[in-house]
């Protein structure tokens, strides 16, 4: 019988780790967003930063970046039931990870998803509020959303990159 020991899982508790991090920076941006900011009460939803980042509040019924908008509550248990399927997918990717950047990248996943579901089950929808439309990046995101994008890079490099080196060994 397998052993099933966190010993044999060294990168398992770095990734719940790093997704419990991403989870409670995502909501505590959002919340200084809401409640310290009060973004959504200021004219237009926007505060101008620098030449090149603002803060704008926008509700985001979609996915990351705005994405396959649901509008609808059948469309928000579609997206909600989708988050929690990748989510559950993603963990037993990492309790199977034998690698730190795997392990990293899905991490930055599963608390990005869990970040962004959250405000779908609290409010219907996910706040936004990070703008970089000032150097023409039309989409208004948030830390869960950076968390995503950039698991799926440090995957990508794990998946070309790491397992090219380790098979030209």
């Known amino acids: 019988m397998a052993e099933t020991s966190s010993k044999n899982r060294p990168f398992w508790h770095f990734g719940l780790a790093l997704s419990a991090l991403i ?36 509700w985001n019924t979609g996915v ?3 994405l396959f908008r649901a509008d609808s509550m059948a469309g928000r248990l579609l997206l909600s039931a989708f988050a929690l ?7 037993v990717w990492l ?14 996943i599963i608390g990005g998803a869990a970040g962004n579901l959250i405000d779908r089950l609290r409010f219907g ?8 439309s000032d150097i023409h990046f039309i989409w ?18 794990d998946a070309f990159w790491v397992d090219r080196r380790q098979k030209s060994v």
């Open 140 to 157: 208004v995101f948030n830390v869960a959303d950076s968390a995503i994008t950039i698991g799926v890079i440090l995957m990508l490099v």
């Open 95 to 108: 309790w199977r990870a034998d690698r730190r950047l795997m392990a990293a990248s899905l991490g930055l």
């Open 125 to 132: 929808k996910v706040v936004d509020f990070i703008d970089f």
């Open 23 to 58: 989870v409670v920076l995502d909501q505590l941006s959002k919340h200084w967003v809401l409640n310290v900011l009060n973004l959504r009460e200021r004219p237009l939803g926007h505060i101008e930063l620098s030449p090149f980042f603002d803060l704008t509040f926008v």
């Open 64 to 66: 990351s970046f705005g």
């Open 85 to 91: 399927m990748v989510m559950a997918v993603m963990v």
